[in-house]
Every structure is written in C-alpha cells, then in structure tokens.
C-alpha cells in the first residue's frame, strides 16, 4: 500500500513538473472568454456601423425637410421610408416616446437658423421661431445586437441632423406709373433734384421701360465712390448723392441710348448734394455678403431705371416741403400749385429688398396739398364776360379747390418661397401686399405742420368761392363761400399676391386694393361738400343766395374733377405711391440648396 501511494506521488509530481502542452491548455480554459470578447467586439462594430448609417438616412431627411419646409414632417416620413424604415412613431414636442425593436421615433422641428459666426454654434438653430428656414430631425431606434442579445438589452442609437435652406427673393413696392404728363414730372422731379428738368414724356417712358440690373448698379456705385475689394453690403452701408446714382445707373450695362441720355441730364443738373444713405434705398440680404463683381447663380435683381430716380429723389428730399407752381398748364384750371412732403418708410424700410419669408418693404407717407382755381364762364378771366348769372347782376366767377391728400405708407411682405418639383421652373413666390390708408379733404390746413409727419394735419373750412356784383365798371364782392369735405378709403388689409416663375422673369406688376373707388376722388369730395356764406354787403337774402350758389359752385367743380385727379394720381404714382392701391413687382427669386448645417 505504501509502494503504491509513494508511485502516485511521484507520478502527481512529475505530472506536475511537465510543462509540455501548456499552451494547448491555457488556450481551452480561455477560449470561452476570448469568444465572448469577440462576439462584443462584432456587436460594437456592428452599432457603430449601424449609427453611422441612421445618421447619413437622418442628414438625408434633414435635407429634404429643409427643401419643402411646409410639409417637413411628411418629407421626413417619405425619407425614411424610402430608405428602410418602414414603421416609424412621430414624437411632438414636449412628449417622450421610447422606440421598440420594431419601431423606431423621429422628431421633427422646423425652426430659423442663423450662420453668423457671432453666434455660438450650439445657438443658431432656434426651434420654432419664424419664419422657418430650416429643420432638425432626430431619430432614435434600438440597435441590433448579434450576440449580447443573450445577456444584455439593446442600446438606444440616437442620431441628429439640422438642415437649412435659404429661399429667397427680390421684390420692390410701389413702383409704377400709369400714365405720364412731362410738365409734371418735370417740375416735381425738378424740385426734389434740386434743379430744372426737361425731359420729354419719350424720355420718362424709355425710363419705365428700362429694368436695371442692381447688382451691376451697385458695381458702377463702388466705382463711383471709389470703393475697391468690397462687399455689395459695405457699398450700400455708404452714402451717395443723387446726382451720383443717376451717373452709375447710366453706366449700367444695357440700357438704351435714350434712357443712358435722360440718367446724365438728370446726374449733370441734379444740384441736391443731401447724401442718401443707400441702405435705405436698397437691401440685398444674404447677396450683399458677395464681393462687387460676384453674382448670386439663380437670382436676378431688377428694377424700373423711373422708380429708382424718384425712390432716390424721394430720399434725398428727406422730409422737406417741394413747392412746385404749374400755373395754368391744367387744362380746365386757371391757377394750380401744388406743396409736396415726403415722409422716411417706418424703419427706414428699404424700397427694393433680396430676403427670406418675413421680409419687409414699405414706401413712404406722402402729403399733397393742391390749390386750384377754376375759372366760372367762356371768358374765365374775371370779368364781366364770363361767370354764372345767379340774377339781378349777381354773378358767381370763380370757384377755388384747397386739395389735401395725405397717403399712408404701403407695405410688402414676403411670406413664401417655393419650388414644388424641386425645379427652378416650379418656383412660386408669395407676396402679402396691404395698400395706404389715403385721406382726402377739401380744407384749409395749417401750412406750418404740414410737412411734420409725428403729428396728424388739422383741417377748417376753406373759401371756395367769391360772388359778385357789377357796379358800373367795378365787380363788387358779395358773398364770401366756405366749406369743407373729407373723404378716407379704408378698409385695409392684406391681400396675398402669388408670382409663378413665368410672371417673375417677365417682371410682371400687380396691384392691390384696399376696396374698388367707384367714384374718383376729387368727386367724392365735392358731393360731400358742406358750405357756408358769409355776407360782405347789407340786405342780402343769404338763405336764398346760398340755394343758388351751392349747385352752380357744385357744377363748376365737377367740370374739373378728372384732370384734378389725373394730376393727384400722377404725382403720387411718380413718388411711388398710388390711392388706396399698392403695387407690387417680383424680379427674381430662387428656393436654394438645402445644406446640412449641423
């Protein structure tokens, strides 16, 4: 028993000191753990690759949201499906749900991105704030596990996407013009310019025919004003006179002989050396970050060679009073001058402007104050061959017409932009346009606070006409005539006007208004007129005079309503604003490239 317990232990120790096949046996009592290191390691490479394949399916998505942000979640949901994923739960904000193996949660939330480098990275993209340029799109989904499945729960992958798209478009407000009467416009033009104009009609119309590329204007300004390596934004945060934009609008490339003359006339006699913040009159958005010479691809930026002349001359006027005397040259009219005062737009909102959905343009208030004289009769020189007869030698012979108008500023907003098909040809831009509120009186107004725009006019009764007797030779004033009227079109609000990509290379104008004007203005006022008499001579029957005298002077006036209102429409469309009516004109526009931004 001994012998052959002391063979076991010498057996046990030579076993023991052996060494041989020490591999063969580490490598089975190892194996289980190395196997399991693998089958993790595969997993981990498996959910990295698969996260990486959610985050390029979520950047896909985030784009196209961003390319039709109107319908994002939609465009999200079509993304996602066509790329495999088939079942997808919508969380809203505010809300939590949890994913499942068969179902994975996206959350879509459009919002405004900024790229100003200022701002932190982390805070460009504001959620929910308007209007929307761009989306972020977050998806989570359980990941997919090969092996750990056994001894663990599947990890949630999460993946993040902003994406943004800048659509945009070039629109200008209040730029259009009817009809034309040279003398006019070349005495208005002639008082904010500072100087005499005399242009013929043929000379304003090849000017509102002629489109200006404002880029290549902005490029002739830079070199007027001796501005090298800058943006079209520093140009336009300089300041111009107007005698120099007319110079650069005639250096513009294209323009026909006869409009390239009348912009030098115009530059060579303009003596106003107010210099015009051009900011004020031009805003080019995102395109003025390009250098002078660059142009934007997709995006054309116009406008009337007229509206810029008189937008710029409405500025350089600033808010002081233009006095211009027509004298007798309206037909019907023995006597007109009319007092002109432009006010700032609210803001100092820029007539022509390139901007996202939100942006803004306005014209500016206007005041007129029109005096007019009518002469009563065939003569209509005063005296005793013409006048009305009202009896007994009393004769009415002249009526006046004290015109007051005052327009407020009309506004355009662009609230979309958008390329259905995702072509250019699809693009559709919408412009919310609300026209001035006009009020018209027929008064007397303080001549003082006429021009301050921070404080409303005040109105009295105006005389309007004078009747007289003839003794022997001499015409004796009788009865002095005053009264007042007022007249308001209301109703304003905004009316949405669609441009298709058709009507925005063909420039296309449209108007608002803010009701139909069944009767012109000058008329409405006179069929409101309220009249008074006060008596120069004794043991008159004012009572009766005044029953004979209120329909002649009625007459009178009506006989001069339609060249009264020729004269008011005219000189308001040539400072860009209209009755009761805004106008509006989209020259370009482009939805963009939707881009990841973060």
Same mark, same amino acid.
């Given at each position: 028993?001994?012998?052959?317990?002391?063979?076991?232990?010498?057996?046990?120790?030579?076993?023991?000191?052996?060494?041989?096949?020490?591999?063969?046996?580490?490598?089975?009592?190892?194996?289980?753990?190395?196997?399991?290191?693998?089958?993790?390691?595969?997993?981990?490479?498996?959910?990295?690759?698969?996260?990486?394949?959610?985050?390029?399916?979520?950047?896909?998505?985030?784009?196209?949201?961003?390319?039709?942000?109107?319908?994002?979640?939609?465009?999200?949901?079509?993304?996602?499906?066509?790329?495999?994923?088939?079942?997808?739960?919508?969380?809203?904000?505010?809300?939590?749900?949890?994913?499942?193996?068969?179902?994975?949660?996206?959350?879509?939330?459009?919002?405004?991105?900024?790229?100003?480098?200022?701002?932190?990275?982390?805070?460009?993209?504001?959620?929910?704030?308007?209007?929307?340029?761009?989306?972020?799109?977050?998806?989570?989904?359980?990941?997919?596990?090969?092996?750990?499945?056994?001894?663990?729960?599947?990890?949630?992958?999460?993946?993040?996407?902003?994406?943004?798209?800048?659509?945009?478009?070039?629109?200008?407000?209040?730029?259009?013009?009817?009809?034309?009467?040279?003398?006019?416009?070349?005495?208005?033009?002639?008082?904010?310019?500072?100087?005499?104009?005399?242009?013929?009609?043929?000379?304003?119309?090849?000017?509102?025919?002629?489109?200006?590329?404002?880029?290549?204007?902005? &490029?002739?300004?830079?070199?007027?004003?001796?501005?090298?390596?800058?943006?079209?934004?520093?140009?336009?945060?300089?300041?111009?006179?107007?005698?120099?934009?007319?110079?650069?609008?005639?250096?513009?490339?294209?323009?026909?002989?006869?409009?390239?003359?009348?912009?030098?006339?115009?530059?060579?006699?303009?003596?106003?050396?107010?210099?015009?913040?051009?900011?004020?009159?031009?805003?080019?958005?995102?395109?003025?970050?390009?250098?002078?010479?660059?142009?934007?691809?997709?995006?054309?930026?116009?406008?009337?060679?007229?509206?810029?002349?008189?937008?710029?001359?409405?500025?350089?006027?600033?808010?002081?009073?233009?006095?211009?005397?027509?004298?007798?040259?309206?037909?019907?009219?023995?006597?007109?001058?009319?007092?002109?005062?432009?006010?700032?737009?609210?803001?100092?909102?820029?007539?022509?402007?390139?901007?996202?959905?939100?942006?803004?343009?306005?014209?500016?208030?206007?005041?007129?104050?029109?005096?007019?004289?009518?002469?009563?009769?065939?003569?209509?020189?005063?005296?005793?061959?013409?006048?009305?007869?009202?009896?007994?030698?009393?004769?009415?012979?002249?009526?006046?017409?004290?015109?007051?108008?005052?327009?407020?500023?009309?506004?355009?907003?662009?609230?979309?932009?958008?390329?259905?098909?995702?072509?250019?040809?699809?693009?559709?831009?919408?412009?919310?346009?609300?026209?001035?509120?006009?009020?018209?009186?027929?008064?007397?107004?303080?001549?003082?606070?006429?021009?301050?725009?921070?404080?409303?006019?005040?109105?009295?009764?105006?005389?309007?006409? &004078?009747?007289?007797?003839?003794?022997?030779?001499?015409?004796?004033?009788?009865?002095?005539?005053?009264?007042?009227?007022?007249?308001?079109?209301?109703?304003?609000?905004?009316?949405?006007?669609?441009?298709?990509?058709?009507?925005?290379?063909?420039?296309?104008?449209?108007?608002?208004?803010?009701?139909?004007?069944?009767?012109?203005?000058?008329?409405?006022?006179?069929?409101?007129?309220?009249?008074?008499?006060?008596?120069?001579?004794?043991?008159?029957?004012?009572?009766?005079?005044?029953?004979?005298?209120?329909?002649?002077?009625?007459?009178?006036?009506?006989?001069?309503?339609?060249?009264?209102?020729?004269?008011?429409?005219?000189?308001?469309?040539?400072?860009?604003?209209?009755?009761?009516?805004?106008?509006?004109?989209?020259?370009?526009?482009?939805?963009?490239?939707?881009?990841?931004?973060?």
């Amino acid at each position: 028993m001994r012998a052959a317990a002391a063979a076991m232990l010498r057996s046990g120790s030579r076993l023991i000191a052996d060494r041989r096949a020490n591999f063969a046996v580490m490598a089975a009592l190892s194996a289980p753990v190395a196997l399991a290191l693998t089958a993790f390691a595969v997993d981990e490479g498996a959910l990295f690759n698969e996260r990486r394949a959610a985050q390029s399916i979520v950047d896909l998505a985030a784009i196209t949201a961003a390319a039709n942000i109107n319908n994002a979640e939609k465009a999200v949901l079509t993304a996602l499906k066509d790329n495999g994923f088939n079942s997808v739960a919508v969380q809203k904000q505010g809300t939590t749900v949890e994913p499942t193996a068969s179902k994975a949660v996206v959350q879509v939330v459009p919002g405004r991105y900024s790229g100003v480098s200022s701002i932190a990275a982390g805070s460009r993209f504001e959620a929910g704030k308007l209007p929307y340029n761009a989306v972020q799109v977050s998806l989570k989904k359980k990941g997919t596990l090969y092996f750990g499945a056994m001894m663990m729960k599947p990890p949630v992958i999460g993946t993040t996407a902003t994406a943004s798209a800048q659509a945009e478009a070039a629109f200008s407000v209040g730029s259009r013009l009817a009809s034309l009467n040279g003398g006019v416009l070349n005495a208005l033009l002639g008082g904010l310019l500072g100087t005499n104009i005399s242009l013929s009609v043929m000379d304003y119309n090849a000017l509102i025919s002629a489109d200006v590329d404002v880029l290549s204007f902005t &490029d002739a300004l830079a070199t007027q004003l001796h501005l090298t390596g800058v943006s079209y934004s520093d140009v336009l945060a300089s300041k111009a006179t107007i005698g120099q934009i007319a110079t650069a609008m005639a250096n513009v490339p294209g323009l026909d002989r006869t409009s390239k003359l009348a912009l030098q006339t115009m530059a060579a006699g303009a003596t106003n050396t107010v210099k015009i913040p051009l900011s004020h009159l031009i805003d080019l958005g995102s395109v003025g970050s390009l250098g002078v010479g660059q142009k934007p691809a997709g995006l054309t930026v116009a406008t009337s060679a007229m509206s810029m002349v008189t937008a710029a001359a409405a500025l350089a006027n600033g808010t002081n009073q233009v006095q211009v005397n027509l004298g007798a040259t309206i037909p019907g009219l023995t006597s007109t001058t009319l007092s002109i005062a432009i006010g700032e737009p609210p803001q100092s909102s820029p007539w022509l402007r390139v901007g996202e959905a939100g942006t803004v343009v306005r014209t500016a208030q206007t005041r007129i104050k029109l005096n007019a004289s009518v002469g009563i009769g065939s003569g209509n020189n005063g005296n005793g061959n013409s006048g009305v007869n009202l009896g007994g030698g009393i004769k009415l012979l002249a009526v006046n017409l004290p015109l007051n108008v005052e327009v407020a500023y009309a506004e355009a907003k662009l609230t979309d932009v958008s390329c259905p098909t995702g072509r250019p040809d699809s693009l559709k831009v919408t412009i919310a346009a609300q026209p001035g509120v006009v009020a018209a009186h027929l008064a007397d107004t303080n001549a003082s606070g006429f021009a301050d725009f921070a404080k409303p006019q005040s109105f009295s009764d105006a005389e309007v006409a &004078d009747v007289s007797v003839k003794l022997l030779l001499v015409n004796l004033s009788l009865l002095q005539i005053n009264g007042s009227s007022s007249f308001s079109v209301t109703n304003m609000a905004p009316t949405n006007l669609t441009f298709n990509a058709t009507e925005i290379a063909a420039k296309t104008m449209k108007t608002v208004s803010t009701k139909n004007l069944t009767q012109s203005l000058s008329t409405s006022l006179v069929n409101n007129l309220s009249l008074s008499v006060k008596a120069l001579g004794a043991g008159l029957d004012v009572t009766a005079l005044l029953g004979t005298v209120k329909p002649a002077v009625v007459t009178a006036l009506n006989g001069v309503t339609a060249p009264v209102d020729s004269l008011v429409y005219n000189v308001l469309g040539a400072l860009g604003v209209h009755v009761g009516e805004a106008d509006i004109r989209v020259t370009g526009g482009t939805c963009g490239r939707s881009v990841l931004v973060q």
